[in-house]
């Protein structure tokens, strides 16, 4: 199974809103919800953000919203703040009857 | 709270196999399943295979077939991942995460396994 596929970076000056693609295929992103999107800083654990397409976990920024169109899946953040400065990466459910996902490639977020 | 705390960094030669170890606290470990990702250096993220936490349920990733194990110890509450067949590809910090309805909501600091001759 083939990674998903998202910009390599992406960047924004303070209180600018950004979107991250993440595109897949009708094997993956567009037959489940299940769509999350992970914020990883150097040196650190992933930290999930959003989960099943726009769920947020309880102590995410609103700032932080999910959303998906068929094959693709997008991440925005409004409000960029420079603690956003960080890798993203999506991930999909893509098990026919078995648990399996997929990751996308991953993007930086640089705030200008 | 909930956590996973995972073991220490590993050195392996190639040709050699490592297991690390996923000791959760804070939650009902057979309620969830475990995944193991992986992260080689300057590279993304990689999801390895998943265990369920309370059957001897398993599903890895086709790449890896062959040469990962993973398992489940309820008594302990622990996730173990074996790799065998070591190769300098290989060295990466691995994780263990667990899943809820296909996401990752809580993951272990991660464990450093480099392979060198």
């Known amino acids: 199974q083939s990674a998903l596929t998202q910009p390599a970076s992406v960047s924004g000056s303070p209180g600018q809103s950004i979107t991250i693609s993440c595109t897949g295929t009708s094997s993956d992103v567009g037959s489940f919800n299940l769509v999350s999107w992970y914020q990883q800083h150097p040196g650190k654990a992933p930290q999930v953000m959003i989960y099943e397409v726009n769920k947020r976990p309880s102590g995410v920024s609103n700032r932080f919203s999910g959303s998906k169109s068929g094959n693709t899946a997008s991440l925005t953040i409004s409000g960029l703040q420079d603690e956003d400065e960080a890798h993203y990466y999506c991930?999909?459910?893509?098990?026919?009857?078995?648990?399996?996902?997929?990751f996308g490639g991953g993007t930086k977020l640089t705030v200008l | 709270q909930v956590q996973l705390v995972q073991s220490g960094a590993d050195m392996k030669k190639p040709g050699a196999s490592v297991r690390v170890s996923c000791k959760a606290s804070g939650y009902t470990f057979s309620n969830y399943g475990i995944s193991w990702v992986r992260q080689a250096p300057g590279q993304g993220l990689e999801w390895m295979g998943w265990v369920s936490g309370y059957r001897r349920n398993s599903n890895y990733a086709q790449k890896l077939q062959g040469r990962v194990t993973m398992t489940t110890d309820t008594s302990t509450t622990t996730a173990y991942m074996e790799l065998r067949s070591l190769t300098s590809d290989d060295t990466a910090i691995y994780y263990c995460?667990?899943?809820?309805?296909?996401?990752?909501?809580?993951w272990g600091q991660g464990t450093i396994v480099t392979v060198s001759s």
């Open positions: 991930c999909s459910y893509g098990g026919s009857g078995s648990f399996h996902v997929v």
């Open positions: 995460a667990r899943n809820v309805n296909g996401a990752f909501d809580i």
